[in-house]
């Protein structure tokens, strides 16, 4: 049982590449998440996922597209990279509804981005 | 959702308790308390949940009063493995979106 695995983990780009964040959970959750936190600050919501095949916008969308096409996992996309979009990126997991400890989130490791 | 302002640090020393408070006042009635811990390069993790009144783990105790309007997560005797951010959340189990604050930087000094 891994939990919440993001690949890969470090990541350098130069402005204007493009990548793709995965983001894999073996719990059968239904909501996934993703986050970006900055250096000294708090996690901000990018965009979040309530189930195969949905996708909504958080806090910061701008610059980021997501797909969950299969339940376990949840890819988070940069079509064109910017220097502002570097980050630390959180993806996490949640049971919606009868989970042991309400809307418990589960956590990956993190993928450090840096955009040149 | 619920807004929570919390402080934005704290500072202690190892064996000393220490309580944070979060303030949620449009806290709804259906509404969790949620408290994680984030070590630096690490994601948070759940540390303890409590809807009223008093919730302890092997980690933390959570008071809630009556009126819900806050919480203080309270840490027993901590050590310097306790140096961490804490986010306060708020939310029920039907809430998918889920925002985190600044949340506050507690450090601990021998």
């Known amino acids: 049982n891994a939990g919440v695995t993001q690949t890969p983990k470090f990541r350098v780009l130069k402005t204007g590449q493009s990548m793709t964040l995965l983001c894999a959970q073996d719990?059968?959750?239904?909501?996934m998440y993703w986050y970006r936190q900055d250096p000294g600050m708090g996690l901000r919501l990018i965009h979040y996922?309530?189930?195969?095949?949905?996708?909504a916008k958080g806090e910061v969308p701008d610059g980021y597209n997501v797909s969950r096409l299969k339940k376990q996992n949840f890819l988070l996309g940069l079509e064109s990279a910017a220097p502002s979009q570097t980050s630390v990126y959180f993806c996490?997991?949640?049971?919606?509804?009868?989970?042991?400890?309400?809307?418990?989130?589960?956590f990956g490791e993190g993928s450090r981005l840096t955009v040149l | 959702l619920a807004k929570t302002t919390q402080p934005i640090s704290m500072d202690s020393y190892e064996g000393q308790e220490v309580n944070i408070t979060c303030s949620h006042n449009?806290?709804?009635?259906?509404?969790?308390i949620t408290w994680y811990q984030q070590f630096p390069s690490q994601g948070p993790r759940f540390i303890i949940q409590?809807?009223?009144t008093k919730v302890t783990n092997e980690v933390a105790s959570l008071f809630i009063p009556a009126d819900r309007k806050s919480s203080t997560l309270s840490l027993p005797r901590v050590s310097l493995s306790d140096t961490a951010v804490y986010y306060c959340?708020?939310?029920?189990?039907?809430?998918?979106?889920?925002?985190f604050g600044s949340g506050t930087r507690l450090s601990i000094r021998p």
């Open positions: 959340l708020v939310g029920n189990s039907s809430a998918s979106k889920i925002i």
């Open positions: 449009n806290i709804a009635t259906n509404d969790y």
């Open positions: 719990m059968n959750h239904e909501y």
């Open positions: 996922s309530v189930g195969e095949g949905t996708t």
């Open positions: 996490a997991s949640s049971y919606d509804t009868g989970g042991p400890r309400t809307g418990e989130l589960f």
């Open positions: 409590g809807y009223k």
